[in-house]
């Protein structure tokens, strides 16, 4: 009995040891250098292949993916729309079908608004072997299910344990490297290079574990020091797979525990911009540290999601104008997933940030695209807020989303009372007579 205990212990220790070799040679290393075992590509298109077969059975069933993006076909007619001159002068008095164009919108509105179908995961028009579908696709055959079935136990029982063991490399090199470097008895300079490429690896690392494959594109447009980098905003990991390729000085709140010492320690080796909570109530403070940041081309360009939240891949909303008051040179760059191999996007008021881990861990790939565009500057006479949208709508252009001017804190708020008085003002001023 003893002797079968110590085989088996010694089993275990050698698969263990060579779990631990196989994931540091074949994918911890080639991470952390930026090296493509070209293994990334040949998966994806095996995907491709193995949905678009799943697809044919699906369409030799004579099923349709009910799904939808709009509910409601909309038609130009808007409650914007204007009575002519000559209606009105025939007229001269308020009719009761005046009120139909907007009562209709406001009926579509209840239905189904251009807005909060933002905050919810796009539905997808074809299945991935994954359950968010309208239908239960895995039941139309038993081959269908055999595959769903065998690719559940691939996802959680290979893929999980896999990508979260990557996963922890990464974070346990980014606390270890941030905590000892200030401490090594070399020059600032050399701890910030140090810092540099620890941090790329880190991120590197980060990002395989969490199955990212993202094309860069435009590389030669890749923000500089001292300026800001403005990007539209899907989820927490765009930070993470965007500093795979360069470093970012974050800027955010001082947080405690934790996250806190994270914070400190990251002070003490890059051009980070925390601030406490009652700083952060100051408008103009935040916008002068900023200032004081771009103003010197040796830090690191600000990382800046001037949405304020989660956009659901689909759309850009309205930028916070406070970014483009700092002056100096913005880089845009827009990222666009492609939900085909799973979902990036984090709705925060509806899933905790565990189940989203979990969520993307056992996701076939996280696979994206990343356009830096050309860098930009205020234009005279342009007002921040123009500045803003401007940006906003090249973003929205190269990235193939919709632009939207809504204000994404619609997502935790409600409409602001302004709003609503505008749109009773444009309806009130259509039936004045002058």
């Known amino acids: 009995m003893a002797d079968l205990t110590t085989i088996t212990l010694v089993g275990i220790l050698i698969w263990l040891s060579l779990y631990s070799i196989g994931i540091f040679v074949l994918v911890i290393v080639p991470a952390a250098f930026g090296i493509s075992t070209g293994f990334k590509e040949v998966y994806v298109k095996w995907l491709l292949a193995l949905f678009e077969w799943g697809q044919q059975r699906i369409e030799t069933r004579n099923l349709r993916n009910v799904a939808t993006y709009d509910i409601i076909d909309r038609k130009p007619s808007s409650p914007n729309k204007r009575y002519s001159l000559m209606e009105n002068e025939m007229e001269g008095k308020f009719r009761l079908e005046d009120s139909c164009e907007f009562i209709k919108s406001g009926i579509e509105a209840i239905i189904e608004d251009e807005v909060t179908k933002r905050f919810d995961a796009a539905e997808l028009p074809s299945w991935n072997l994954l359950t968010r579908t309208n239908l239960n696709y ?68 980060l990002s395989r574990g969490l199955s990212a494959v993202i094309n860069f594109h435009n590389p030669e447009n890749r923000a500089k020091g001292g300026g800001l980098c403005v990007a539209n905003h899907t989820s927490p990991i765009d930070a993470i797979f965007l500093s795979c390729d360069r ?54 360009p600000i990382l800046i999601f001037p949405e304020g939240t989660c956009i659901n891949n689909t759309s850009v909303m309205m930028f916070k104008k406070g970014s483009f008051e700092v002056g100096g040179t913005i880089y845009p760059v827009a990222i666009k997933y492609d939900p085909t191999f799973g979902n990036p996007f984090w709705n925060s008021m509806k899933e905790p940030m565990l ?26 006479g342009e007002t921040a807020i123009e500045f803003a949208n401007r940006v906003k709508h090249d973003i929205a252009l190269q990235g193939g989303l919709v632009d939207l001017v809504w204000d994404g804190g619609l997502k935790r708020a409600a409409v602001p009372e302004k709003l609503i008085e505008k749109q009773q003002k444009d309806f009130a001023s259509r039936h004045k007579i002058e």
């Open 138 to 205: 895995q039941f139309v055959s038993w081959r269908l299910t055999l595959i769903w079935v065998v690719g559940g136990l691939v996802r959680y029982f290979f893929f999980l344990p896999v990508r979260l063991t990557i996963a922890i490399c990464g974070g346990l090199l980014l606390v270890v490297s941030t905590a000892m470097i200030p401490r090594l008895p070399l020059s600032s300079r050399r701890k910030r290079w140090l810092s540099k490429w620890t941090t790329l690896f880190s991120f590197r690392i």
């Open 247 to 300: 470093n970012y000085a974050l800027i955010g709140q001082m947080q405690g525990g934790i996250m806190g010492f994270m914070q400190k320690t990251l002070l003490k080796v890059q051009d980070h911009i925390f601030f406490e909570r009652s700083e952060m109530k100051d408008r103009a403070l935040v916008v002068q540290r900023m200032r004081e940041h771009v103003a010197d081309e040796q830090k690191n």
């Open 355 to 380: 189940q989203y881990l979990i969520n993307i861990f056992t996701s076939w790939a996280i696979v994206g695209d990343v356009w830096y565009m050309p860098p930009t500057t205020i234009q005279e």
